[in-house]
């Protein structure tokens, strides 16, 4: 295929693209309850919503997926093992952290330190058989400070995020010196300065979606460990494709004192077959494969619903956004039954709970609550 008619497609892509986001805005803003649209609170919602659409659009776009759709029968052996396994045998003891580097660094008025540290997850057999095991260069971004113990937040980013921004948007600042907390906050595979390294994550290859999250588990679980030895408590907190990794570290972590989840989502492999739909007819082989049996069970191992956190009730919070549009909220909901403890709906959407003051507050005080326990 020539340059020029690879050039014809995409462009061809980001105009229907574009075409769509506001009417997708409009149907997803009725299909919910609670919007009026002649009110300033209406048009703040109509704009976030919006945002959740362009942003679906963005990954759409700019996502990278396998040449093929992997076969079904590539799947099987996994899913027996993993689904045999469970989460606590799938999920190997993870290997001390060694620190391999440590640079200091600032972002406007806050400094902060990247750590790199080479980390192996010892996945599961059939996993490390297809080569999506294996070690790789962990990254972790840590504000901390000077005197200890404190306690230690440990943040997981979400999908597309995971750069120093992300230090930034979640106003980290903040927690690290209005609320006394040491922060670290991971670097998932596939993200930030760990995008163009091996192992991608995450795309459209079930297995490798699975290994990825499996990966950073293991990683999270990692750093917990590391930060023990310096902290009074520690919290895991986890936002969007986050949420997973943290509430599987709440439960192996049985030394983890709270556990927030915001815009939960479940089964990773099934929220990317949602929205493959966008692209119509084109990409219904991934989409058929994503939303498999085989691939359920073994999306089993990173399944929240299936955990057992070790933070109390009144220790767990769980944000949800109620005019969701890229992880809907049957997540939040779900979990909620689930887990039970704090809830907290948002009226925006995925991502404009980020920019959200009352999300901050109620996050803060969560914190607070905390370390008063």
């Not at 990247?114 to 599961?124: A, V, Y």
């Not at 927690?175 to 907390?181: F, T, V, W």
């Not at 999270?220 to 310096?230: G, I, K, N």
Request: overall charge neutral; hydrophobic content about 40%; proline content about 7%.
């Amino acid at each position: 295929m020539s340059l020029a008619t690879r050039s014809l497609g995409l462009t061809r892509d980001v105009v229907r693209e574009l075409g769509m986001v506001v009417p997708r805005t409009v149907a997803g803003l009725n299909e919910s309850t609670g919007w009026a649209p002649a009110t300033p609170r209406g048009v703040r919602q109509f704009g976030e919503v919006m945002l959740d659409e362009l942003v679906l659009s963005g990954f759409s776009l700019l996502g990278s997926g396998p040449a093929a759709v992997r076969p079904l029968s590539d799947c099987a052996p996994a899913a027996e093992e993993l689904s045999a396994l469970g989460i606590d045998g799938a999920h190997r003891e993870p290997e001390p952290l060694r620190v391999q580097a440590l640079q200091r660094r600032r972002i406007g008025r806050l400094a902060y330190e990247r750590m790199t540290f080479e980390h192996d997850p010892r996945l599961p057999a059939t996993l490390e058989a297809d080569g999506v095991g294996g070690p790789s260069r962990a990254v972790v971004h840590l504000c901390r400070h000077r005197d200890g113990p404190r306690p230690w937040l440990v943040w997981v980013h979400g999908a597309g995020q995971g750069g120093t921004e992300d230090l930034v948007l979640s106003r980290i600042g903040h927690i690290h010196h209005a609320l006394g907390y040491n922060v670290a906050m991971p670097v998932q595979p596939g993200h930030g300065c760990r995008r163009r390294e091996w192992p991608a994550y995450p795309d459209m290859d079930p297995l490798g979606n699975v290994a990825g999250m499996m990966r950073a588990v293991s990683e999270v679980r990692a750093v917990v460990r590391w930060v023990e030895p310096q902290a009074n408590t520690v919290v895991v907190a986890g936002i969007s494709m986050g949420t997973p990794v943290a509430a599987l570290v709440s439960h192996l972590e049985r030394q983890i004192a709270a556990v927030a989840l915001y815009t939960p989502i479940l089964g990773l492999n099934a929220m990317i077959a949602r929205h493959l739909g966008r692209w119509g007819s084109s990409r219904d082989g991934f989409r058929e494969l994503l939303q498999s049996s085989e691939v359920s069970r073994l999306t089993s191992v990173i399944d929240p619903l299936a955990v057992d956190p070790a933070p109390p009730p009144e220790r767990r919070l769980i944000v949800g956004a109620w005019h969701d549009r890229m992880a809907m909220r049957e997540p939040t909901t779900a979990l909620q039954d689930r887990w039970g403890g704090q809830l907290y709906w948002y009226d925006g959407s995925h991502v404009g709970h980020i920019f959200s003051r009352r999300v901050q507050r109620v996050t803060e005080q969560f914190l607070r609550d905390v370390e008063k326990l």
